[in-house]
């Protein structure tokens, strides 16, 4: 278990031990946005498909409900994973669960679609950033896809208190060109539980 920059990890363990989902500004009843990716990329029931920072997100739910057989969820804090399986009830037993920070993460698979709702953000050094960009690299297979979703350039500059990077298409871009062809990009209003809204960036890839 890979548990990464310690005051980083405690934060998140702290957030999940301490607020209920409604108290998350990111808390989403249904990931929407992130289910009308996965349709575009008509992917077979086997395929590997991991959640990256996926926390208590509903996602993992939808995934088991149309059926994949291969939902990895990884997440720096053990209380979240804990809490989502516990949601899960019987059904947990299905998932991959992984306790590790992302940039220390060696996956054990390559995956078909790789998906990630404000966790990438949180990556403020260059250091940190290659590293993620490195491992999401080699970690999905040729013709696999990458969607991520950031604060976009209109979104709140922090999350969870924590400083975040914003993106635009361009600079999301050019962070994957290298390994990676764009497919296409959206905007999304997100409203947090709290009635205010955040501007997020989703952009899909395919591995070339
Ligand atoms: C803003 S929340 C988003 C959660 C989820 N993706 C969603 O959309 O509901 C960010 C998540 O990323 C996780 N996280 C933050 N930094 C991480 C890191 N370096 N490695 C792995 N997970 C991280 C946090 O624990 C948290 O669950």
């Not at 607020?19 to 029931?45: A, H, I, M, N, R």
């Not at 088991?64 to 291969?70: A, E, H, R, S, T």
């Not at 050094?125 to 590293?131: D, F, L, P, R, W």
């Amino acid at each position: 278990m890979n548990t990464g920059n310690n005051d980083n990890k405690r934060h998140w363990e702290n957030i999940y031990e301490t607020k209920g989902e409604k108290e998350l500004s990111w808390f989403q009843p249904y990931p929407d946005t992130s289910v009308e990716f996965l349709g575009l990329f008509k992917l077979p029931l086997t395929a590997h498909i991991i959640d990256i920072g996926g926390g208590d997100s509903h996602l993992v739910d939808v995934l088991l409900d149309k059926g994949y057989q291969n939902v990895w969820v990884l997440d720096i804090s053990a209380n979240a994973i804990e809490r989502v399986k516990k949601r899960l009830g019987e059904r947990a037993g299905k998932v991959h669960w992984i306790v590790s920070d992302i940039t220390e993460f060696e996956p054990p698979v390559q995956f078909d679609f790789w998906h990630d709702r404000a966790a990438f953000h949180f990556l403020t050094s260059e250091e940190k950033i290659n590293k993620y960009v490195s491992i999401a690299e080699n970690a999905i297979k040729q013709n696999g896809y990458l969607v991520l979703g950031t604060f976009s350039e209109q979104g709140p500059r922090k999350c969870s208190g924590l400083e975040i990077k914003q993106y635009s298409e361009t600079s999301m871009s050019a962070r994957f060109e290298v390994a990676f062809k764009r497919i296409k990009c959206t905007e999304t209003a997100h409203p947090t539980p709290f009635g205010t809204i955040q501007n997020f960036l989703f952009c899909a890839f395919q591995k070339k």
